[in-house]
Nanobody, 112 residues
Framework: QVRLVESGGGLVQPGGSLRLSCAAS????????MSWYRQAPGKERELVAGLTPAGAGTTYVDSVKGRFTISRDNAKNTVYLQMNSLKPEDTAVYYC?????WGQGTQVTVSS
C-alpha cells in the first residue's frame, strides 16, 4: 500500500533552517508529482510546494518563494523541503502529498 512518511520537523528560531524529508513507498515514485502542504492552527491546509516527476517543474506559494526549495531523489523515493529564513508564520504541520494520499505530518514550530 501507499505510504508517505515525513521527518525532519522540530522547533527552530526565526531565521533558522530545517530540512523535511518524505519517504515514499507503494507506488512508482518517479512517475508522479510530489507536493508539500501545511496546515496552521485554525487555518485551511495550503499547498506549499510541488515538484514534477523529473524535477524540472516546481511551484511555490508566494509566501515561501526564495526561502523554500523542494527537491527529490527518485533513486531513494524521497522528496525534500529545504526551509531557510524561517518565520513564525511558517509554523504549521507539514504534510507530504501524492494523488489521494497524505503522510501523517510533521510539526514545524518557529519561535524564539
Amino acid at each position: 500500500q501507499v505510504r508517505l512518511v515525513e521527518s525532519g520537523g522540530g522547533l527552530v528560531q526565526p531565521g533558522g533552517s530545517l530540512r523535511l524529508s518524505c519517504a515514499a513507498s507503494g507506488f512508482t515514485f518517479s512517475l508522479y508529482t510530489m507536493s508539500w502542504y501545511r496546515q496552521a492552527p485554525g487555518k485551511e491546509r495550503e499547498l506549499v510546494a510541488g515538484l514534477t516527476p523529473a524535477g524540472a517543474g516546481t511551484t511555490y506559494v508566494d509566501s515561501v518563494k526564495g526561502r523554500f526549495t523542494i527537491s527529490r531523489d527518485n533513486a531513494k523515493n524521497t522528496v525534500y523541503l529545504q526551509m531557510n529564513s524561517l518565520k513564525p508564520e511558517d509554523t504549521a504541520v507539514y504534510y507530504c502529498h501524492y494523488g489521494l494520499y497524505w503522510g501523517q505530518g510533521t510539526q514545524v514550530t518557529v519561535s524564539s
